[in-house]
């Protein structure tokens, strides 16, 4: 069973910079993925950033590329969001992620097809972008 808790949101302005963490437990020894995903109100739940456990790679979904990092540290088993330059429509939950299937699977469909692979979600966190 994969346990996954979410810290570090709140209230930001535009422009403004927040990081998010998620502790992870229970992980499993073979290829997944990592990272995650936002629900804004009124919008479906979206892939925002993923790492592939194997190999390290990292995949942005389009309207965060160049602002958004995603990355791990590994030991502690703790995966962060670096959120710069924030706009009012990042506005969200943001959800860590788990999803227990070959490498190769984001490359091979897409990112945004993940979705419909998660086997573990988060409870979510509120990141709230407003002046």
């Known amino acids: 069973q994969v346990q996954l808790v979410e810290s570090g949101g709140g209230f930001v302005q535009p422009g403004g910079s927040l990081r998010l963490s998620c502790v992870a437990a229970?992980?499993?020894?073979?290829?997944?993925?990592i990272g995650w995903f936002r629900q804004a109100p009124g919008k479906e739940r979206e892939a925002v950033s993923i790492?592939?456990?194997?190999?390290?790679?990292?995949y942005y979904s389009d309207n965060v590329k160049g602002r958004f990092t995603v990355s791990r540290d590994i030991p502690g088993n703790t995966m962060y969001l670096q959120m710069n330059h924030l706009k009012p429509e990042d506005t969200a939950v943001y959800y860590c992620?788990?999803?227990?299937?070959?490498?190769?699977?984001?490359?091979?469909?897409?990112?945004?097809?993940?979705?419909?692979?998660?086997?573990?979600w988060g409870k979510g966190i509120l990141v709230t972008v407003s002046s």
């Open positions: 992620a788990e999803a227990s299937i070959r490498m190769r699977y984001v490359d091979d469909f897409g990112l945004h097809s993940l979705r419909g692979r998660i086997d573990y």
């Open positions: 229970g992980l499993p020894v073979d290829s997944y993925y």
């Open positions: 790492i592939q456990h194997n190999d390290g790679m990292t």
